[in-house]
Structure formats: structure tokens, C-alpha cells
Nanobody
Framework: VQLQASGGGLVQAGGSLRLSCAAS????????MGWFRQAPGKEREFVAAIDWSGSSTDYADSVKGRFTISRENAKNTAYLQMNSLKPEDTAVYYC???????????????????WGQGTQVTVSS
């Protein structure tokens, strides 16, 4: 499956952005989708994940209550709605796909075999 992330940009603290991850070349509804982010000089970190149907979600503590992950299988697209953005949310955001929901392994980026190219999110103070 090929993934294309989009929707990043520059926003002031407290603002909102919605990221999209469009999939092609595979059965989108058979993949667990995850969002990760990577700030300069830091390791890629887990943000959120959603299961095949959208019935189960998982969030990093740092974004819980502010970000919402969702998906539309009919459109082969996953989303990350980001509200109340903070300067520390500044990073390149990546979407990934994997086959299983699993346990905490879904929070490890190395368990995702498929990745989009990343989209920059910059939050100014």
C-alpha cells in the first residue's frame, strides 16, 4: 500500500489543523493506521492509531483530548484532527500502516512496514 500524507502547515498556538493520509494500491480497510511525528534531533514518536473499522483508537498521553484520529474506508483515507495546538507539537507528521492492532507494539514505529512521506506541522507561540 502507498500512503500520501497532507494537510500540514503553519498555525498559531491554540489553532487547529487536519491531516489526511490517502492510501492506494492495497486494501485500506485491512490496515491499522497510525500517526507518528518526528521533531528535529528526536526519534519518531507515536501520536495515535486506529483499528481497521475505526471502533478502537489509541493516543499518546501528550495529545489525548486534543487530537482525534479517524478514517473513512470508502475514501481510503485516515485523518488526524489536531486542536489546541502547542509549539511542542511542531514536527514532521507521518502516517503508517500495519496489519495488526496488537498490544503496545502498535506504538512502535518500527512495526509499521508502510509509510507516507511526511507533512510538516509548525506551531508558533
Amino acid at each position: 500500500v502507498q500512503l500520501q500524507a497532507s494537510g500540514g502547515g503553519l498555525v498559531q498556538a491554540g489553532g487547529s489543523l487536519r491531516l489526511s493520509c490517502a492510501a492506494s494500491g492495497g486494501s485500506f480497510s485491512s490496515y491499522v493506521m497510525g500517526w507518528f511525528r518526528q521533531a528535529p534531533g528526536k526519534e519518531r514518536e507515536f501520536v495515535a492509531a486506529i483499528d481497521w473499522s475505526g471502533s478502537s483508537t489509541d493516543y499518546a498521553d501528550s495529545v489525548k483530548g486534543r487530537f482525534t484520529i479517524s478514517r473513512e474506508n470508502a475514501k481510503n483515507t485516515a485523518y488526524l484532527q489536531m486542536n489546541s495546538l502547542k509549539p511542542e507539537d511542531t514536527a514532521v507528521y507521518y502516517c503508517g500502516a500495519r496489519s495488526t492492532w496488537g498490544t503496545m507494539m502498535r506504538r512502535r514505529y518500527i512495526t509499521y512496514p508502510y509509510w507516507g512521506q511526511g507533512t510538516q506541522v509548525t506551531v508558533s507561540s
